[in-house]
């Protein structure tokens, strides 16, 4: 059995969720439950607090876990980032008070920094030459500027919201994260041959959220150009038309191409444009 650590009630626990629940696994009763038997599939679900989950896995607790980059690498634990998630993005940033405005690097030196990341704020300083205190907390870091713990913080932003309600500002970024899969690196062969089953599920899902189903109708004569616009999986499937002189032709493309694909489609006579959303696409 793969037992799977997912972060118990936070920002990546729905998402999580339902990225099994795309890959065809299912977990009764939400999260009420500390461990739960998945449907469908042989696993177990271990439902934990983020800061735990890289060491559960390093000790071999749990198999594999659903977790924030940032986590992560300020754990530092022995394990693998087997696959990257494309949910829960955000940046670890310093943040100065708005007040100071325009102040060079170097100007960090001697400033206190409130963080709950230690270990990637301090490995910053260290590369930058800059001496800085941090202090360390565990929550509501955006805060302690304006109660005088702190002149700076080095903390998560997505939005810049919460920031900006604090009166502060985003000064340098540390890290780009997002919602990655990590890995024990001792798995047994039955649980790897599962971990694979699993990620196989994860690739198909990701793909198929990056692409989108076109079907439109073209005129014959125009029906070389338009496929020249879409490479589908193979080759478009083309389709005669009622209409005489006509076809519809049906094709994959990819989300970062939409928009000049649209537009290239339209220029070359493609009419009644449909974009549909693909479930999940296994090659
Ligand atoms: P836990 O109770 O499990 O320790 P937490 O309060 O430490 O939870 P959450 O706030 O639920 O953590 O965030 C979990 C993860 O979501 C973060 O580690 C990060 O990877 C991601 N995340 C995405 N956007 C943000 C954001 N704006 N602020 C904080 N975390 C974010
Ligand atoms: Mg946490």
């Given amino acids: 059995m793969l037992r799977i650590a997912v972060q118990k009630s936070g ?12 890959c065809g696994i299912g977990v009764p009763n939400g999260n009420n439950q500390l461990k739960i038997k998945a449907e469908n599939f042989d696993a177990e679900i271990l ?23 940032n986590v992560v690498l300020e754990k530092n634990k022995a394990t693998e980032i087997v696959e990257r998630l494309g949910y829960g993005k955000c940046r670890l940033s310093i943040a100065l008070p708005k007040t100071r405005k325009k102040i060079e690097l170097k100007e960090l030196n001697g400033m206190k920094i409130a963080t709950s990341y230690p270990f990637i704020l301090n ?12 202090h360390v907390i565990s929550g509501s870091v955006e805060i302690a500027p304006r109660i005088g ?9 997505s939005s810049g919201s919460t920031l900006f309600s604090n009166e502060l ?4 970024t540390l890290l780009r994260s997002e919602a990655v899969l990590i890995s024990g690196k001792q798995l047994s062969p039955q649980r790897k041959e599962l971990l694979d089953k699993l990620l196989f599920r994860i690739r198909s899902v990701k793909k198929a959220k990056y692409n989108k189903y076109v079907l439109l109708n073209a005129p014959n004569k125009s029906i070389e150009q338009i496929c020249a616009y879409l490479p589908g999986i193979n ?28 537009e290239n489609l ?3 006579g493609a009419e009644g444009i449909l974009i549909i959303p ?6």
Wanted: proline share 3%; hydrophobic share 40%; aromatic share 10%.
């Fill in 11 to 22: 920002r990546l626990s729905e998402d999580s969720l339902k990225l099994l629940k795309e």
């Fill in 47 to 69: 439902f934990l607090r983020d800061d735990d989950i890289p060491e559960y896995v390093q000790d071999g607790v749990a198999d594999i876990g659903f977790v924030g980059e």
């Fill in 235 to 262: 080759s478009p499937t083309i389709v005669p038309l009622a209409k005489k002189g006509w076809s519809s032709v049906h094709s994959v493309i990819s989300e970062s191409d939409f928009w000049n694909v649209i």
């Fill in 169 to 172: 500002y985003e000064y340098e």
């Fill in 266 to 268: 339209k220029a070359a």
């Fill in 278 to 283: 693909i479930e999940k696409m296994i090659e």
């Fill in 123 to 134: 490995r910053w300083l260290k590369q930058n030459k800059i001496k800085a205190e941090t």
């Fill in 149 to 157: 713990l702190a002149d700076a913080i080095c903390d998560l932003v």
